[in-house]
């Protein structure tokens, strides 16, 4: 008796050696860092087990499996990958296996991060005892089962339960006493798991634009003038190559050459056979009797990878919640992967995995900025500096004092300041002069003072004209602040994003979405037509994606007005993700193949293709455009004011003029009235020395 106990004993360590030395070399194997495991409880085996994987430089914490096993605690880790082994060749009760592997799947414990190891005695037995719920490409649990001292090690994964996919065992490799640990399938996780054998995965995607005679995977892929599911059919492009890269199937055409000897031509028919490499016996008879001896059947066959194991779902209807439709159909598991670019929210991420961000999105607010439409009365200065200005004043009264210095000889000219100034101003002003001259000097005072004038008179147009050409365009701040204050009248295509952009906690927008709120509802949204129409007339800001109204922008806007084209953004440039449901199994694969998609190009090549092209603005040319009556409005100021100057100094004069007249005329009546008093006088004088003169003779 105490000879057999001797045997057991020493099969039982040699069974727990077998079993230390496949558990060191696995994970010595798989480079993990650290170590979890539940053991049979021998104290002996834990000790060997810690001692060993220590040596290897790698940590470990071995447990005995018991129902009060903490797994979420035991199991946990968030950045490192953690190596998991479980020993069921000895007596360990079924419920505690099944709990641990129940709990591992709530957990979300079978993802890239948890190695396992499982070693049993049997196959049969430990897949009975599997929750492959939680299952997918990435699973990594190997289970080893025991013959005598020798191991068989087999790859177990699910690509999607609840998508019907089924368990999948693969020999991975051997374990014996003499060779150690062989692993043949070598290949990476992915590419030997690639094939979902056309598993129905369910993608969807807001689609509101389909025609009703046309499929949506034809619609999706079809480019038109119309854009409003450009983020869709871009999103479904770059899946598509996802699913050519990771989710083909076999198919097979046979290709079909009919000799016939009159006339001498052929032709091609084309039968596919799904699944199958080989044309079948059936189908070469079929061929054999339907065509006589008289033709000769060449064929050949070429297989290709095919799928359409996408199930497209498309939603036109955006419901009142803010997530959305599409996040919430994927936080209820009614859809799989979420093809159609959405923003990131924080509400979103507590319902969704973002597999990554693809999309270039930006949204703005669009109209024209015109030269200023202030009256600016420095417009009559501007094409002179201040320098250049005092310059030719200075020059001017220089021109005075000489005209008056040489007209001083003319005898038909009267050599006063004003003549000379009027001389002044009429040459500048290009316009004739109202004295001829005689002297030689004055001849040369008077040719250098037009030469002077024409100068002036030249380079001031020239200045003008420049100016006008030149003219900045009083470009707004791109600054929702700013938009705020520009008191423009603003209108918005209603889209599905909107709502959530303006809840954003950026103060910039916080502070546009309260000048928002005031706007009334019936003039808040406009068409894409109408609103880029009334982009048009300056004063006007309409918000919409670019890649929607840039098309419509070339074909209405003129040339002028693409290069007056101003944006605000309301959105930054930022790139938005594709999702996926909550630890989806299809997570990892699908970022692979878009980060695939990303690191080859194929990602901005389908960018570029489904976004629109900014209007071209040609800086280098000059548009010719009228004068506004607000740029004429200086010269139109001088002209006034210069009419109101002459009115009232005409009424002046007409004062004066008259005051005058009236004195005059009160004069020249007194002076009747004092003539004709003397008139009296004298006569009465000498009527009194007639008098005198009469009575002298009669006496």
Known sequence: MNLGNFFYLQLIVVSYANSIDIIREYFVFKNVSRVAGFSCGEVESDYQITKILNEADIGVSVNQLKSTTDVSRFLHTKYTKLGIFLDLQCWIANKDVIKLLDEASVYKMFDHLHQWLILANNMDSIIEYLNDTTFSIITDLVIAVSDDDNYTLYDVYNHCKRCGGLLNVTKLGSWTKDDG??????????????????????????????????????????RTNKRFDTWSQFGWSVMMHVEEMFNMSYVCFLYLKIYNQLPPEYFLFELYIIYNNLISPPVVELIRDTYTSSVVVLYSISCYFFSYSFEIIEVSHWSNDTNGPLIVGLKNGIYDILFYPSIITHSRLDDADVILQVWPLRTCFMFRTVP??????????????????????????????????TMEPEKDVDPDYGITVFITIAALCQQGLPFLNKLFATRIAFLQTMIFGLLVYNYYSAAIVSSRLNVPLNKMNDSLYSLVNSKLKLSAFKNVYLDIVLQSTAP????????????????????????????????????????NAYPLIERVFDKEMICQLTEVQLVRP????????????????????????????????????????????????????????????????VLVIGIIVSVLICLIEIIIFRTLRRKQEETIRLQSQVDKYDRKIILLENTHKLQTRTLVTNA
């Open 181 to 222: 640990l062989k692993i043949v399938l070598e290949t990476n996780i992915f590419h030997r798991r690639w094939n979902f054998h056309k598993m129905k995965i369910r993608t969807v995607g807001f689609v509101i634009d389909r025609p009703k005679d046309k499929n949506v995977r034809e619609y999706l892929v079809e």
């Open 372 to 405: 200023a439409i202030k009256v600016d009365i420095n417009l009559l200065f501007r094409p002179f500096t201040a320098n250049a200005w005092y310059l030719i004043i200075l020059l001017t009264l220089i021109i005075i004092f000489t005209l008056w210095i």
């Open 508 to 547: 910039d927008i916080q502070y546009f979405a309260k000048h928002w709120n005031t706007i009334p509802n019936d003039k808040k949204f406009l068409s894409l037509d109408d609103g880029v129409q009334r982009i048009t007339t300056p004063g006007y800001a309409y918000h919409a994606d670019p890649m």
């Open 574 to 637: 930022s790139l938005i993700p594709f999702w996926t449901t909550r630890n989806s199994p299809f997570q990892e694969i699908s970022k692979i193949g878009v980060i695939r998609m990303y690191t080859a190009g194929i990602q901005r090549r389908e960018s570029i293709r489904w976004n629109s092209r900014t209007p071209y603005c040609n800086k280098d040319k000059r548009y010719v455009s009228s004068v506004t009556i607000r740029e004429a409005t200086p010269i139109i100021f």
